[in-house]
């Protein structure tokens, strides 16, 4: 089974300073991560994914993220936060190599709040 | 605008009542998955198909049912409703059934349970 943990409900960060989100994921295979963020009232949007070659994945709003292997990790970043950052921001993992589910499996969800 | 079209926006109904949502996928996409949304469980997998076909099952109750029409679109079925199944319902498509491209999701279906 594939599982995707988000170890912090909410973060708090001032308005300029750099953002982490975390995340840890468990797939028998190779993984397929995402990153969505949700805005009140709206659905998910994509931010970005990482599927293979460079660990440092470039994404939408200035927003990246890094794959760690070793540590089933794909973390979240931005160097310098704005205040419409605030959001709700979802990891989700496939396994990209067949053997499970095809299907997305997201997180819990982190609620960033940036503070001006 | 994502191109993923769901209605209603907003749903309020009894208990033990049906509602039937609705998703339009967007243009080429031939997979909808359907996601349920709440503040205990967080985003949970439902139901998938592909170009009419049910493709996989996820965590969906059996009060609950989908189908794809030939058009593409879907309709999310539920019925002897309870008041825990007031939640967000996503329904979201992708072009293959096979798609590491991920998701794009529509605005939601807000459905409370009285």
């Known amino acids: 089974a594939q599982s995707v943990a988000q170890p912090e409900d909410q973060v708090n960060v001032a308005e300029g300073n750099p953002l982490t989100v975390k995340c840890t994921y468990s797939v028998s295979g190779n993984p397929y991560l995402f990153w969505y963020v949700q805005y009140p009232n709206r659905g998910l949007q994509f931010l970005l994914k990482?599927?293979?070659?460079?660990?440092l994945v470039k994404g939408s709003y200035g927003f990246e993220a890094e794959f760690n292997k070793s540590q089933t990790s794909f973390h979240l970043k931005k160097p310098s936060a704005l205040v419409s950052d605030s959001a709700l921001y979802f990891c989700?993992?496939?396994?990209?190599?067949?053997?499970?589910?095809?299907?997305?499996?997201f997180g819990k969800g982190t609620k960033l709040s940036v503070i001006p | 605008d994502s191109g993923v079209t769901q209605t209603p926006k907003h749903l309020i109904t009894a208990t033990g009542q049906r509602v039937t949502l609705r998703c339009s996928p967007r243009s080429g996409d031939l997979s909808v998955y359907w996601y349920q949304q709440s503040l205990d469980q967080g985003l949970q997998f439902l139901i998938q198909?592909?170009?009419?076909?049910?493709?996989a099952k996820g965590n969906i109750l059996e009060r609950f049912s989908a189908q794809q029409f030939p058009d593409l679109h879907s309709e999310l079925n539920l019925s002897s409703l309870e008041l825990g199944d007031s939640a967000l319902y996503f329904c979201?498509?992708?072009?293959?059934?096979?798609?590491?491209?991920?998701?794009?999701f529509g605005s939601g279906t807000r459905l409370t349970v009285v």
């Open positions: 990482y599927i293979t070659g460079d660990n």
């Open positions: 198909y592909y170009n009419g076909e049910e493709r």
């Open positions: 989700a993992v496939r396994d990209g190599s067949g053997a499970g589910s095809y299907q997305l499996t």
């Open positions: 979201a498509s992708s072009e293959g059934t096979d798609d590491y491209y991920g998701y794009t």
